[in-house]
């Protein structure tokens, strides 16, 4: 999955072409919606990863519709230096029935879990008081929520890409847009598409279907920088391994 993600998100950078990069306005000033990517702009693209990792971390909003009339968002942050992340996860069935929220902890692992309806009073009530938090496996694929959680740390790579990679697909410029207020140009590579912003040259969303299903999941980026993402209390935590009634019961 991360490699597709990183071909998917190199051709990000292609936008640099026309917002400014000016080997790529000299070789191309006239780009048009639909263009393959360039020798220099694939040199570009292949930095983009990198430089979301060196830029420290990010606020992300994931928005995916996956089923009539439900809509699920996650709200946080990420820290790509650790791959770890925090953050809230609404599953809104507009009017249909309550709306379910929880805090949500993530590392490349696992994800733990937070207000929880019932969790503290179903420990309470197998000995363990005073918790607040329960952690499981993560298991992207299998459940739309993990699926989503494990590619925000992909969004970012300790180390550049090489460039060739890139003029092996078949990238395209797609036209410029404005994400939350920042002009980006928009690129695409099959039912992938990504946006770049202008100004710092970093990803500012990424929308995709997610494998082997018709859901399609917005990821939108902003505020990057180094982020402080905290673990929950080891006290207030138990592992959902422990005790498996208890998971399965509160939907964990």
Not at 39 to 45: F, R
């Amino acid at each position: 999955m991360k490699s597709v993600i990183r071909r998917v998100l190199a051709v990000l950078l292609c936008f640099l072409a026309v917002l400014g990069l000016s080997s790529c306005v000299e070789e191309n000033p006239e780009r048009q919606i639909g263009d393959p990517i360039t020798e220099v702009e694939a040199e570009t693209l292949a930095g983009l990863l990198h430089r979301n990792f060196t830029s420290g971390g990010a606020a992300v909003r994931a928005v995916a519709p996956f089923a009539e009339n439900t809509t699920f968002t996650y709200t946080g942050t990420v820290d790509f230096t650790t791959s770890t992340g925090t953050g809230t996860a609404v599953t809104d069935y507009r009017g249909q029935q309550p709306a379910e929220s929880r805090s949500l902890y993530f590392t490349t692992d696992e994800l733990t879990f937070g207000d929880v309806p019932g969790l503290t009073d179903a420990m309470a009530g197998v000995g363990v008081p005073g918790v607040n938090f329960m952690r499981r496996q993560l298991f992207p694929g299998q459940d739309l929520i993990d699926t989503i959680i494990a590619l925000l740390p992909r969004l970012a790579a300790p180390e550049p890409d090489a460039a060739a990679a890139y003029l092996e697909r078949d990238y395209t410029f797609q036209g410029q847009t404005t994400i939350d207020g920042q002009l980006a140009a928009l690129f695409s590579f099959g039912s992938a598409q990504v946006a770049v912003g202008v100004n710092e040259k970093l990803l500012l969303q990424y929308v995709t279907t997610l494998p082997n299903s018709a859901v399609q999941v917005t990821l939108t980026l902003s505020d990057h920088g180094p982020q402080t993402v905290e673990a929950p209390p080891p006290d207030q935590t138990v592992s959902a391994t422990d005790y498996p009634e208890v998971a399965v019961a509160l939907g964990v």
